[in-house]
């Protein structure tokens, strides 16, 4: 599994974009990069993930670089409601998923 | 279109009795994991399991602790004889083959 390393807390301003920052330096060739929050104490929700290419759904987007060392969660116009604790793990998929320590977002009007 | 269905979503159970939690997976999704959230932590991987089949249970307790995924029926987290330390919240996740992992909203366990 990666290691992944993500700042433990980042603060934005609502209707603004929130852009979380992972560094995955030791990620493999068949490792997905994840994104997962946690709202409280609320079970994981499944945000995004990639592989090579950068993705968007209708929750975020995410850019990976070309290296594949790190990568960025954009959640495009953030809400009070995205306030949460947001995890990138580098893992393959039907594997057990480990959890750091993530990034407290907190969002603010 | 379901999620993924944990209950009872609050159990309270005495230091030495059993805990039953059961989980049903999102329509069409084979695999089940499960993870628990001590207070203050984060989730930690306990065990991964296929219909009838335990995949991986590298994270789960030695002893008191049991998983099973039946062939009919909710996949079961069991804990005997239940200690203070046990006190936790567990989450289970389903995923179909090589997608990903989608969670319910968990049981927290208290024990008295």
Request: one cysteine or more.
């Amino acid at each position: 599994d990666a290691k992944t390393t993500q700042p433990p807390s980042m603060d934005c301003a609502e209707g603004r974009a929130a852009n979380l920052p992972c560094n995955h330096s030791t990620i493999s060739g068949n490792e997905y990069v994840y994104w997962y929050r946690q709202i409280h104490s609320q079970g994981p929700q499944y945000i995004i993930h990639g592989l090579k290419n950068n993705e968007t759904n209708e929750m975020a987007s995410l850019i990976i670089t070309e290296d594949r060392k790190s990568s960025t969660l954009i959640l495009p116009h953030a809400t009070l409601r995205d306030t949460a604790v947001y995890y990138c793990i580098g893992d393959q998929a039907g594997t057990a998923l480990i959890f750091g320590k993530g990034t407290t977002l907190s969002v603010s009007s | 279109n379901a999620g993924v269905m944990q209950n009872p979503r609050h159990l309270v159970r005495r230091r030495g009795q059993e805990a039953r939690l059961r989980c049903s997976p999102m329509k069409g999704h084979s695999h089940v994991y499960w993870y628990r959230q001590l207070p203050e932590e984060g989730l930690k991987f306990m065990v991964y399991l296929q219909k009838e089949n335990i995949i991986d249970e590298s994270g789960m307790p030695k002893e008191r602790f049991s998983a099973e995924f039946p062939k009919e029926g909710p996949s079961i987290l069991r804990i005997q004889q239940v200690v203070r330390g046990d006190s936790a919240a567990y989450f289970c996740a389903s995923s179909p083959p090589w997608g990903p992992q989608h969670f319910g909203d968990g049981t927290r366990l208290s024990i008295l």
